[in-house]
Nanobody
Framework: QLRLVEFGGDLVQPGGSLRLSCKAP????????IGWFRQAPGEEREGVSC???????NYTEAVKGRFTISRDNRKNIVYLQMNNLKPEDTAVYYC???????????????????WGQGTQVTVSS
């Protein structure tokens, strides 16, 4: 059974950096596109970024140039490197998996069937 675990969330000052990680213990993610999503208090969940099985990437406009998604299939882990963080990046961040073997593309609106429990990112001085 695919289970996703996120870690790396923390309190960071504006302009700082964090790297979030998403792992699937004992499960092979090679055939899954992986997305990162976030939800701030009182707001709807929004897609942040995704990486396809062939490492194609997609980003929401608000994080382009600041966030980088990557995957290491050998280690079965997906990263979200977040630089130049802003207070508006404060949210619970979730990773999610979408069965999508062979596709070079991903979007944050495709169906993601498996979700992690989330990790809190707080950007504040």
């Amino acid at each position: 059974q695919l289970r996703l675990v996120e870690f790396g969330g923390d309190l960071v000052q504006p302009g700082g950096s964090l790297r979030l990680s998403c792992k699937a213990p004992g499960f092979n993610l090679d055939s899954y596109a992986i997305g990162w999503f976030r939800q701030a208090p009182g707001e709807e969940r929004e897609g942040v970024s995704c990486v396809s099985v062939t490492r194609g990437t997609n980003y929401t406009e608000a994080v382009k140039g600041r966030f980088t998604i990557s995957r290491d299939n050998r280690k079965n882990i997906v990263y979200l490197q977040m630089n130049n963080l802003k207070p508006e990046d404060t949210a619970v961040y979730y990773c999610a998996a979408s069965w999508n073997p062979g596709s070079p593309f991903c979007t944050m609106t495709q169906t993601y069937s498996k979700w992690g429990q989330g990790t809190q990112v707080t950007v504040s001085s």
